[in-house]
């Protein structure tokens, strides 16, 4: 693991915009499933289909809240891509929003050591790219900070003062593979980066924009 971090970020995440076809319904989904805070939502009618490319994770305390949060979600229209089960890594569930976008709840708890809450410890954008390295290098000439590296596997951002969501880097067939969906899909990615720098857009179409 490489690891580097600076107390002058150039350039960092801001705001993650999800572009849906209905913002009204897409609110009250996100709402009820309680990370309304943490994203922002546009209307578009872009094509998507298949893999879109990322997912929102949710770290929280222990297996008892990922159950919460999951059944918050599926009660609000929400489907299960893989039901909350223990794992090596801790304990997690996959589900995927009306709107498409696909969230992953997770726990590095295997046991509950208190009661279930709705607090959320950490939310990362996971976007899925072809080559990890040059990606993150690309991001690393934009005046991102890198926080950790696996080598050519996954690569974490120093986040912004103000964001509440932190980015990372993931290969895209391995974060389909841990989502349980198939890798391929083709169109808009539906999700729009808000930056602390002017608008541009990565090597695998992650469209960014100047925070508003």
């Keep these: 693991m490489t690891k580097t971090t600076s107390t002058a970020v150039g350039t960092s ?14 609110r009250r989904f996100y709402s009820a499933f309680g990370v309304d805070a943490y994203v922002r939502l546009r209307a578009s009618e872009a094509h998507s289909s298949g893999f879109r490319g990322f997912t929102l994770a ?22 299960v891509l893989k039901p909350a089960a223990k ?35 950490e939310v990362v954008l996971l976007i899925g790219v ?3 390295k040059a990606t993150r290098q690309f991001y690393v000439g934009r005046g991102l900070t890198v926080a950790k590296s ?28 841990d989502l349980g969906v198939p890798a391929d899909g083709t169109g808009s990615h ?21 925070a508003a």
């Design 130 to 132: 072809e080559d990890v």
């Design 190 to 210: 539906r999700i729009v980066l808000g930056g602390t720098a002017d608008a541009f857009t990565d090597e695998d179409g992650f469209a960014w924009e100047a």
């Design 150 to 177: 696996f080598g050519g596997k996954y690569a974490e951002f120093v986040p912004g003062q103000s964001s509440p969501v932190k980015l990372a880097l993931y290969k895209r067939r391995a974060l389909a593979k």
């Design 87 to 121: 794992s090596l890594w801790g304990y997690s569930g996959v589900v995927q929003a009306p709107d498409g976008t696909i969230w992953k709840i997770a726990t590095s708890e295997k046991k509950d050591t208190g009661p279930a809450t709705r607090e959320i410890d």
């Design 13 to 26: 995440l801001a705001s993650v915009t999800l572009e849906v076809a209905d913002p009204d319904a897409a």
């Design 58 to 79: 949710l770290t929280v305390s222990g297996p008892a809240t990922v159950d919460g949060f999951v059944g918050a979600a599926v009660d609000a229209g929400a489907t």
